[in-house]
Each structure stands twice: as C-alpha cells, then as structure tokens.
C-alpha cells in the first residue's frame, strides 16, 4: 500500500483538460513544500513535470501544472495531447518517527481518449 | 548531459545480496546540493523510493528497508553502490539509479531489471 494516494486511472479527450489527485497527511504533502510528479511512459524511466508543489523543469510544457490545497496536491494537464498519455506518479518528502524519506503515490494511468 | 548507469547482476538468487553500481558521468558526484540514490520498481506496479546518500556520505533509508540496505559512495570513481540483503522474490523489480535534489528526482538511469530466482 503505497504512503500516497492516487486514482489508479483518469481520462480525457484531446484537447480537454484533467487534473489527477494525490492525497496524503500533515507529515508529508501537507508539511513540505517539495511535492513532485512524474510522467512515465511503457518501458521507460520516469521523467520529471512538476517539483516543489508548482514549479516545471526547464522543456516541460506549460500545459502541465501543479498545486496543493491541504493534505492533496494536484497535477493537472490542459489541451491534452496523444503523447500525454502514461502513468503518472507523485512524490514528497516526509517526515516519519524524526526520520526524513521520499514517498510516493500508486500511480496513476492517464487515458487519452 | 549528466548521465547515469546502473550495474549489476540480473538475476539473484534468493537470500543472497544483491549489489548494484551506479556510474555517472557529465558531472561530479561531489556537488554539494544534491543526494544520490535508488528507486526501484517491480514489474507492473509502481515506484518505491529506497534512499539516498550525498557526498559526505550522509545517508537516508526507506523505513521499511531499512535493515537490509547499505547505500555508499565512491568520489573518486565518482560511482555511488547499493547492497540489499537477504533478497526475495518480493524484491524482483527494475532497479533505477537517480540524482535527487529536494526530495525531487531530477536524473534517471535507465533501468537495470533484477530478478529474484533459484
């Protein structure tokens, strides 16, 4: 059972918009402001969209963002496009019995109907 | 371009250690802001991180693998290593070297597949 949790599946139509939710506690997502997501696509690693609860790595689009409201932090994906589909996971640190750790959510599985 | 490479052994027998390397190169392991470490993820299922360690060699552990792993780290090779004891079934899974800044994994090896069997 994983530490966050995430819808296993979400869909949208291309060039709709969808937001995926990662739900977690006060001792990590609603705690730190380094909440990350990560896209991955079949039989590759997992790349980087969205670090410290809202900021883009330098190449990902614009149509990716993040946010955080309490314990759950969202990602969300506007004008979506065939290639956005893949699984897509968050992340945060945590802190547990004083000792820090990166979490993450199950995943969830992006469909781009 | 950093890059990252695992090393290691595919297959591992149950109860034994699995030893994993991680070479990287376009850059220093030495660099102070960052932790460098292993996140590994069996097949068909999702990521669990397993800890990290910088180039002072300060290390973090997943709780629940706690007792099992050693993380180390090599600046003069500029390579960091993971040993996981007493390997299981449960452990067969895609082993991913990472750079991590923050709590947030910014460089991905590509992947070296473990599996656990006799």
């Known amino acids: 059972q994983s530490a966050l949790t995430q819808p296993p599946s979400a869909s949208g139509s291309p060039g709709q918009s969808v937001s995926i939710s990662c739900t977690g506690t006060?001792?990590?997502?609603?705690?730190?402001?380094?909440v990350s997501w990560y896209q991955q696509h079949p039989g590759k690693a997992p790349k980087l969209m969205i670090y410290?609860?809202?900021k883009r790595p330098s190449g990902v689009p614009d149509r990716f963002s993040g946010s955080r409201s309490g314990n759950t932090a969202s990602l969300t994906v506007s004008g979506l496009q065939a290639e956005d589909e893949a699984d897509y996971y968050c992340?945060?640190?945590?802190?547990?019995?004083?000792?820090?750790?990166?979490?993450f959510g199950g995943g969830t599985k992006l469909t781009v109907l | 371009q950093l890059q990252l490479q695992e090393s290691g052994p595919g297959l591992v027998k149950p109860s034994e250690t699995l030893s994993l390397t991680c070479t990287v190169s376009?850059?220093?392991?030495?660099?102070?802001?960052?932790?460098w470490g292993w996140v590994r993820q069996p097949p068909g299922k999702g990521l669990e991180w397993i800890g990290t360690?910088?180039?002072?060699?300060?290390?973090y552990y997943s709780p629940s693998l706690r007792s099992r792993i050693t993380i180390s780290i090599d600046a003069s090779r500029n390579h960091f290593s993971l040993k996981l004891t007493s390997m299981t079934a449960a452990d067969t899974a895609v082993y991913y070297c990472?750079?991590?800044?923050?709590?947030?994994?910014?460089?991905w090896g590509q992947g070296t597949l473990v599996t656990v069997s006799s």
């Open positions: 990472t750079r991590e800044e923050n709590s947030s994994v910014d460089y």
């Open positions: 376009g850059g220093s392991i030495t660099t102070t802001n960052y932790y």
């Open positions: 360690i910088n180039y002072s060699g300060k290390t």
């Open positions: 006060s001792s990590d997502i609603g705690g730190y402001n380094y």
């Open positions: 410290e609860v809202t």
């Open positions: 992340s945060s640190h945590a802190v547990s019995n004083n000792l820090a750790q990166v979490v």
